[in-house]
C-alpha cells in the first residue's frame, strides 16, 4: 500500500490521469498529441498487432515493452507464475510514394523461468517517470533541449488492477551518457535484449517474410531477397540511421 501510494504521489506530478474501466490510467502530460488521439493511436495499434488492450487488462500485473519491430509481453496473475510473448513486426511497403503499408508479424512465447528472470528487471525502473518529466532529459551538455527523432524510442506500458501507466523514452542511449535516469534505462533494455535474444528473434523472423522491402517503424528499411534477409546491426533494429 505504501508504495502505491508513493507511485501514485508521483504521478500525479508528472503524468495527466484519466479514469478508463474503473482503472487510473496515468499517460504523459507532455505529448505532441492529446490524449483522445493517443488513446486511438494505441488502440489501432493493439489491433494490427493483436495485443491486449492493457487499461482492460485484469492481471495481476503485466508489463510491455516496445521498441522498433518488436513488442515484449510479462504478466502474471499470482507473481507466482510468469508468462511471456515476443511479437516480432515489420511493415511491408507498397506502391511508391504510397503510405499503403501491409503489417505482418509472428508470437514468440517466452519461457516462464525468462519471464520470471525479466519481471525481476522491471523492479528496478518502477519508480522512473516519464522520460520528459526527468530533469535534463533531451537537453545537451550546455542545458539546449535538442531534437532526437532522428534517435528512436522505448514504449513501456504497466498495468495492474487499480492503475495502468505509459511512458516513454527518447533516444536513451544520449542521455546515458549525462543523466543517471538514462544510464538505468539502458541497463535495463541491455538487461531485457540479452535476456529474451530479441535480435536473434528478430532475424529467425525477417528469414521467413517474402521478398520485398520492409521497415521496423523507424527509419531503418530492409529488402528481402531470394527469402535472404541483409543482418541488420543491434543499433539498426533500435531504429538508428
Keep these: 500500500m505504501r508504495t502505491f501510494c508513493c507511485l501514485l504521489i508521483v504521478l500525479l506530478l508528472t503524468g495527466t490521469l484519466v479514469a478508463q474501466q474503473g482503472k487510473l490510467v496515468i499517460i504523459p502530460k507532455v505529448m505532441p498529441i492529446d490524449s483522445q488521439t493517443f488513446f486511438r493511436m494505441k488502440r489501432e495499434r493493439e489491433s494490427s498487432l493483436q495485443l491486449m488492450d492493457l487499461t482492460k487488462s485484469p492481471d495481476s500485473f503485466h508489463f510491455r515493452f516496445y521498441q522498433f519491430g518488436h513488442v515484449a509481453d510479462i504478466w502474471t496473475d499470482d507473481f507466482k507464475t510468469f508468462h511471456g510473448q515476443l511479437t516480432n513486426y515489420a511493415y511491408k511497403e507498397g506502391k511508391r510514394n504510397s503510405n499503403d503499408r501491409k503489417v505482418l508479424f509472428n508470437k514468440v512465447s517466452i519461457d516462464s523461468s525468462l519471464a520470471r528472470q525479466a519481471f525481476s528487471l522491471t523492479r528496478a525502473i518502477d519508480d522512473l517517470p516519464s522520460g520528459e518529466a526527468i530533469k535534463g532529459w533531451d537537453e545537451d551538455s550546455t542545458g539546449q533541449r535538442f531534437d532526437v527523432s532522428d534517435g528512436y524510442t522505448f514504449s513501456i506500458e ?47 523472423f525477417q528469414g521467413k517474410l517474402k521478398p520485398g522491402s520492409y521497415t521496423n517503424g523507424s527509419v531503418t528499411h530492409f529488402i528481402i531477397l531470394k527469402k535472404r534477409a541483409r543482418k541488420l546491426s543491434k543499433g539498426m533494429l533500435r531504429g538508428k540511421k
Excluded at 183 to 198: G, P, R
Design 158 to 204: 504497466t498495468s495492474s488492477p487499480r492503475v495502468y501507466q505509459f511512458r516513454t523514452y527518447g533516444n536513451p542511449a544520449s542521455q546515458s551518457r549525462t543523466i543517471k535516469e538514462g544510464k538505468k534505462v539502458m541497463k535495463f533494455v541491455d538487461s531485457l535484449e540479452s535476456l529474451i535474444s530479441f535480435s536473434k528473434s528478430y532475424s529467425d
